[in-house]
């Protein structure tokens, strides 16, 4: 076993990936409440990875998994969910200096369609309306005209290491509790209510194009599945799931930006063990979740390797590096 003390530490089959979305200049933009990285933070953080870690390809990944490749000691892979053009105005130019790779998983239905993902347009919402409470309240207002008969809305007892109740209870309502058509319609109220009217306008700006993809592409990065439209794949009946995959996956291979194998990065990290067949009979090598942890190729199944979060590393010089990864693994 090799390992380096301060940085958590590795054997030859485990890796650290680390999940990144919102990368930008928070201050100076429309929603300096969304729940991003500054620039300035990625920067500490690539400094902090330098130092502590050696950061790999995913072709290094699946190596490990498909063929038994021992990786290197404190392997870290860096990974970036959604397709901003956050990753493309800011987060390529940082890796390339440092002739890095990061991984980058897209949706593709705003690249097909120029909507904006509901994850999003939540996200979004959150950021512009500072009370939660208000939020929920609201939307509860409406459910009673939606929901025929009184019915009670579900129950979200779900608790987020990063979010408050409200917040929780407002995202999982409209990500996965309600019915799907009474969810995109309330989403819209909320969305053209408090954010913006113009859908096709704010998705060109939030998202990366598919012509910036290629040029990360082209530059080395690596492109990887986030499905079609950002659902919990563990809530997708069989067809759905396939309409998700086919629809991903089709698109991404006519756009050149596909790769095989391919690496599934699970939206909201929805894994379940049942939809194993399924990924295996598109060819997908490998997955990523959102559940924080160190991968490990000897233990972890290959479609299904833990990830940390970005705010599980620091975002400020640190002379102590152990206690990021120990309050992770710790559940502190």
């Not at 053209?192 to 704010?202: G, I, L, N, P």
Request: a negative charge; charged letters at 25%.
């Amino acid at each position: 076993m090799t390992r380096q003390d301060g940085a958590g530490g590795s054997t030859a089959a485990q890796m650290t990936i680390v999940m990144y979305h919102y990368v930008r200049d928070l201050a100076r933009s429309a929603f300096p409440r969304i729940k991003g990285l500054t620039v300035d933070g990625f920067r500490h953080q690539l400094d902090y990875i330098a130092r502590y870690y050696e950061v790999i390809r995913m072709e290094d990944l699946l190596a490990a998994v498909t063929d038994g490749a021992a990786l290197p000691p404190n392997a870290l892979l860096l990974t970036f969910d959604d397709g901003f053009s956050d990753h493309y105005q800011t987060v390529s130019p940082l890796l390339a200096e440092r002739g890095w790779q990061g991984s980058f998983f897209p949706c593709t239905q705003p690249l097909m369609e120029q909507k904006v993902l509901d994850v999003h347009k939540i996200h979004f919402v959150l950021a512009t309306v500072d009370d939660a409470g208000r939020l929920v309240r609201e939307l509860d207002q409406l459910l009673a005209r939606e929901i025929p008969g009184g019915t009670a809305r579900p129950t979200v007892d779900e608790v987020h290491r990063y979010d408050q109740a409200a917040v929780t209870t407002f995202k999982r309502l409209l990500q996965r509790e309600l019915p799907r058509p009474v969810r995109e319609r309330l989403v819209d109220h909320f969305f053209r209510r408090y954010v913006t009217q113009d859908e096709a306008a704010f998705a060109r700006e939030l998202y990366a194009s598919v012509d910036q993809l290629r040029e990360m592409r082209a530059a080395g990065m690596y492109l990887g599945c986030h499905g079609h439209t950002h659902v919990w794949f563990d809530h997708l009946t069989p067809d759905e799931l396939e309409d998700e995959l086919h629809r991903s996956l089709t698109f991404l291979a006519a756009a050149e930006l596909g790769a095989a194998p391919w690496v599934m990065c699970y939206p909201y990290g929805g894994y379940a063990p049942n939809l194993a067949p399924a990924m295996r009979r598109h060819g997908c090598a490998a997955g990523l979740l959102a559940e924080p942890g160190i991968a490990d190729i000897a233990s972890d199944a290959a479609l299904a390797l833990p990830r940390l979060d970005t705010n599980d590393l620091p975002q400020q010089p640190v002379t102590v590096p152990a206690v990021w990864t120990r309050r992770v693994l710790e559940g502190a």
